[in-house]
């Protein structure tokens, strides 16, 4: 029987916003030099936006800032507001976007994605080759040693994929590798094996969750004490320190690290989840780079000296997902109304700020097999229409409505967004009862199935289509598949588009899942984003990342 490949990737649920600005100027502000990143134009003025023309569209200002500002808040410190608190040190037990980005300093994988180029570099990893169809033969680095002192080998890296395979969250990750034959040839060579053909393995290898951890450290230690403190195990540029529940999590620089080290000796989260917080923090100097700040607030910090913003293409969507497993919300005539029963055009241009642009499905533009809705098959995704909503839930059983709860976390866009579905709901008898719950305790929630309707957004974070697999077939739990998706037409595509070495074939496959994602309506897209960093005007070498994950450790001084 064929091998099934569930696949898996860090859930950054994050209302962000996509496309900023493109251009067909080459290279990037960091390929281009420092002069590109910190000097600009001659004579730019304050607030202009610069395009870098990579593939990410990126752009930001190049602002001067005034002649005392320091160059960081704290000083030989970067203090980076967070938007949330992480559930974990450990990402393989634990993970959302804020653990994501906080793992990124202090752990590494084997590869990552050049977000400028879209091409797969190095990093533990000094290079590989396809031995066959389903193996893959790394070389590594033998100079890079784990915060705990002991030297990485291929005895750790395999150690990533054996432990992945076990733990809950990341198994159907990590499923896919035949662990029985994947080997190691020496200290600093190792095969990996996966069970079948598998088309977009560098993008899942350069996923933040592959990471490659002490083995000693690990087991040395609990999984309950790993949550917060990894015990030595990273080897990345920055070593833990400590974490203030509710307040910060602190790192030092790595003097021992195998690649460039960081310019700042210290490194410091502050958790500030309000948005206006956050970015007041940010405005007023008190941190040096804020993730998310107020959409509204952009242009006017844009306009301040002290401030830089930068912008990305992004992999995210936003959108209001049915447990389609519940009633009445496994009708598909419900599900049709209450999409209809939303002015969708109002909504992202309130909700979003003008930010980003509506969106028509799950998958992105990036994604091999995306094409835009049809206005006469995809109706319901695209027409306003609370007559037609009305008629469909009287036809479904329910003509003077129900009551549905919905839950979201403490976002203040999702705030406003279950704020306007309560009224568009509301005109059509639909009752909505809403709760919002920090962000850790939302993904627990709904991990149980107990859920109805929840507003979230998926960050895959690479653009094959197969990050989507543990989001849609039949396999997945409700902590992947928060929809309920059981749909045995999906699961056969997606299981084909996993394995085939045809391209064409697996875009076609790929659009007709998302066909059948619009027609079933398991959910309600909304909104393709772009990220949007703030960063202190005299720091440079900042790099702009569609999911949110910019690499922290090699920002510097103008």
């Known amino acids: 029987m064929k091998r099934k490949l569930a696949l898996v990737?860090?859930?950054?649920?994050?209302?962000?916003?996509?496309?900023a600005c493109s251009s067909n100027s080459g290279g990037s502000p960091s390929e281009k030099g420092e002069n590109a990143v910190s000097g600009g134009s001659a004579g730019t003025e304050v607030g202009a936006v610069i395009e870098t023309g990579d593939k990410i569209n990126s752009t930001y200002t190049n602002n001067t800032p005034?002649?005392?500002?320091?160059?960081?808040?704290?000083?030989?410190?970067l203090t980076i507001a967070l938007a949330s608190e992480p559930p974990s040190l450990d990402i393989f037990q634990l993970s959302d976007s804020a653990a994501t980005l906080v793992s990124k300093v202090h752990c590494e994988g084997l590869l990552r994605r050049n977000d400028a180029t879209m091409e797969y570099e190095g990093v533990l990893a000094k290079s590989w080759e396809n031995v066959d169809d389903t193996?893959?033969?790394?070389?590594?680095?033998?100079?890079?040693?784990?915060?705990?002192g002991e030297k990485m080998t291929a005895e750790d890296v395999l150690y990533m994929y054996q432990r992945g395979n076990e733990l809950p969250l990341q198994s159907s990750f990590y499923n896919m590798y035949d662990l029985e034959k994947c080997k190691i040839i020496d200290d600093y060579t190792l095969d990996i094996v996966t069970f079948e053909p598998f088309p977009p393995m560098e993008d899942f290898m350069s996923d933040p969750a592959d990471c490659v951890l002490s083995k000693k450290a690990i087991e040395s230690s609990t999984p309950e004490a790993l949550v917060r403190d990894l015990n030595g195990a990273g080897t990345g540029p920055y070593k833990f320190v400590e974490w203030i529940a509710g307040d910060r999590i602190v790192f030092e620089r790595n003097e021992n690290y195998w690649g460039e080290k960081p310019e700042f000796k210290n490194l410091v989260f502050r958790i500030i989840t309000d948005s206006t917080a956050r970015t007041l923090?940010?405005?007023?100097?008190?941190?040096?780079?804020?993730?998310?700040p107020l959409t509204t607030s952009v242009d006017s910090l844009r306009r301040n000296p002290n401030c830089d913003i930068w912008t990305c293409d992004t992999f995210t969507t936003a959108n209001i997902v049915f447990n389609c497993t519940v009633a009445p919300l496994d009708n598909k005539q419900v599900r049709q109304a209450l999409a209809y029963a939303l002015d969708l055009d109002t909504i992202v241009d309130t909700v979003f700020s003008g930010t980003g642009r509506k969106h028509d499905s799950f998958f992105t533009p990036q994604n091999e097999g995306y094409h835009p809705a049809d206005p006469e098959t995809d109706k319901a995704l695209l027409e306003y229409n609370p007559e037609k909503a009305k008629e469909l839930l009287a036809e479904a059983g329910y003509p003077d409505g129900f009551t549905i709860k919905l839950w979201t976390n403490e976002n203040q866009n999702r705030i406003d967004l279950a704020e306007i579905l309560q009224n568009n709901w509301g005109a059509i008898g639909v009752k909505v009862d809403v709760s919002i719950m920090e962000f850790a305790t939302l993904m627990a929630e709904y991990s149980k199935g107990i859920h109805e309707v929840v507003i979230c957004a998926f960050a895959p974070t690479g653009k094959d289509g197969q990050f989507y697999y543990p989001y849609m077939h039949s396999t997945g739990p409700f902590r992947r598949n928060y929809a309920g998706i059981r749909n045995p037409e999906i699961d056969k595509l997606m299981e084909?588009?996993?394995?085939?070495?045809?391209?064409?074939?697996?875009?076609?496959?790929?659009?007709?899942?998302i066909d059948i994602l619009r027609e079933e309506v398991y959910m309600i897209p909304l909104h393709n984003s772009e990220n949007i960093f703030g960063v202190r005007s005299t720091l440079t070498n900042f790099e702009p990342n569609p999911v949110s994950l910019p690499r922290l450790a090699i920002v510097k001084s103008k």
């Open 281 to 292: 923090a940010f405005e007023a100097g008190d941190v040096d780079i804020c993730m998310q």
């Open 496 to 513: 084909n588009a996993q394995s085939s070495l045809d391209k064409e074939e697996r875009a076609a496959d790929y659009a007709k899942v």
């Open 135 to 148: 193996t893959i033969r790394f070389h590594l680095r033998d100079d890079v040693y784990f915060h705990n």
């Open 66 to 77: 005034d002649a005392n500002l320091p160059v960081t808040a704290v000083e030989d410190t």
């Open 9 to 19: 990737m860090a859930m950054l649920m994050v209302l962000g916003t996509l496309p």
